[in-house]
């Protein structure tokens, strides 16, 4: 298998505070996030910084790790690069928050580093709700595979 890292983006107090439907969203970071654990592969939290601390209602664990970046692209940030050095990462998985900004960047941002990246359709989102599924349709069109949390599931249980 692959590895893979999870790339969670921006879940923190600043960014969730004024999303609509914040149950489900974090339902679907979390089961994501609670697989990638049960298969010890990397979780990654990102934070853009001014925008608070990490959520306290992801399930993090002391083994995930955390960057901490100024840009929308994560691939864009030195902390960013030196864990991608210190690591073998194949391909990431991307989920949080927002899906018209930084959610859009860092999966833009590996295709550009010539990263095979896919986007947990449901597991992203904007305070405009009508962003994520547009994000949906243009990251697929640029050659993002997305998948539905259920269907990511599914896929990582087989492996």
Same mark, same amino acid.
């Given at each position: 298998?692959?590895?893979?890292?999870?790339?969670? $983006? @921006?879940?923190? &107090?600043? &960014?969730?505070?004024?999303?609509?439907?914040?149950?489900?969203?974090?339902?679907?970071?979390?089961?994501?996030? @609670?697989?990638?654990?049960?298969k010890r592969l990397p979780v $990654?939290?990102?934070?853009?910084?001014?925008?608070?601390?990490?959520?306290?209602?992801?399930?993090?664990?002391?083994? @995930?790790?955390?960057v901490t970046k100024v840009q929308m692209n994560t691939f864009k940030a030195a902390e960013?690069? &030196?864990?991608?050095e210190e690591n073998d990462f194949e391909n990431f998985v991307v989920v949080g928050l927002m899906s018209n900004a930084c959610v859009q960047a860092t999966c833009i941002g590996a295709l550009a580093e010539g990263f095979p990246v896919t986007l947990i359709e449901d597991a992203h989102d904007s305070v405009l709700k009508p962003m994520r599924n547009i994000w949906n349709k243009k990251l697929k069109n640029a050659g993002v595979m997305t998948m539905t949390t259920k269907e990511y599931i599914e896929k990582l249980k087989k492996e």
């Open positions: 298998m692959s590895k893979s890292a999870l790339l969670v $983006v @921006d879940v923190q &107090t600043g &960014t969730i505070a004024p999303l609509i439907g914040k149950e489900p969203f974090l339902k679907n970071v979390n089961a994501v996030i @609670d697989h990638f654990h049960k $990654v939290l990102i934070k853009k910084a001014g925008y608070g601390e990490l959520s306290p209602k992801l399930h993090q664990e002391a083994c @995930d790790l955390v960013f690069k &030196t864990l991608m």
